[in-house]
């Protein structure tokens, strides 16, 4: 199956902990986002990167969380010190991208728990 | 800004009922737009997609037709399964850019 793989699909954390969510992009697809979906909401744009780069940020809370996207291995979305607030859905997204305005194929999602 | 707006639900039908779930956008320019549908305790899955003006998109039995004139791509089906069940999102994402904008969502029940 080459599609978009996350982990862990479900992560229950207690308030002032760190979470660490992975993303692994569609095989030939060099470019991920991160989405979060609040209970009953819609997503909600978080960060776009390539490889080695952050391209777009601009949805991404100012304190507290992070992205990256290395030369090797998955993209990873950190965010320390939780609050209960953080509990949501977080989803990543792959496209192959050559011009912009492509269709995006999503993850499963990991489902973040914040005691 | 650009923004998408569709039906709030939740939207009950019985099997076999035709089902329209509407969505309007609101954007600067001319937009793709999608139609994804999330199944419990799933991920979106790409329903259908139009590009362009008039463009129909379909699948499944799914159709939306990307309508300039009114801003809208309203989701359509002609009949109903109770596999169908799960929430859809409308988006949008502008040429040349990266995020995609979503609805709210609608919840859909069928009842069998």
């Known amino acids: 199956n080459a599609g978009v793989m996350q982990n862990p699909r479900h992560l229950v954390r207690r308030r002032g902990q760190e979470a660490r969510l992975r993303c692994s992009p569609m095989k030939g697809h060099s470019h991920v986002y991160w989405y979060r979906q609040l209970p009953e909401e819609g997503l909600k744009f978080m960060v776009y990167l390539q490889k080695e780069n952050i391209i777009d940020e601009s949805g991404m809370p100012k304190e507290r969380f992070s992205a990256e996207f290395p030369k090797e291995g998955p993209s990873i979305l950190r965010i320390q010190q939780v609050v209960r607030g953080d509990s949501a859905a977080y989803f990543c997204a792959s496209s192959p991208r050559t011009r912009g305005g492509e269709t995006q194929y999503f993850g499963p999602g990991t489902r973040l728990l914040v005691l | 800004g650009n923004s998408v707006t569709q039906m709030e639900g939740p939207v009950t039908l019985s099997e076999e009922a035709f089902l329209t779930i509407n969505c309007t956008y609101t954007a600067t320019g001319y937009p793709s737009l999608f139609w994804y549908v999330q199944y419990p305790g799933e991920g979106l899955q790409l329903l259908l997609k139009?590009?362009?003006?008039?463009d129909k998109g379909s699948n499944k039995g799914f159709e939306a037709t990307y309508r300039k004139e009114t801003t809208s791509f309203h989701l359509e089906k002609g009949s109903v399964q109770v596999s169908d069940s799960a929430v859809y999102f409308c988006?949008?994402?502008?040429?040349?850019?990266?995020?995609?904008?979503f609805g709210k969502g609608t919840r859909l029940h069928i009842l069998p």
């Open positions: 139009a590009t362009k003006a008039d």
């Open positions: 988006a949008l994402i502008m040429n040349r850019d990266d995020k995609i904008i």
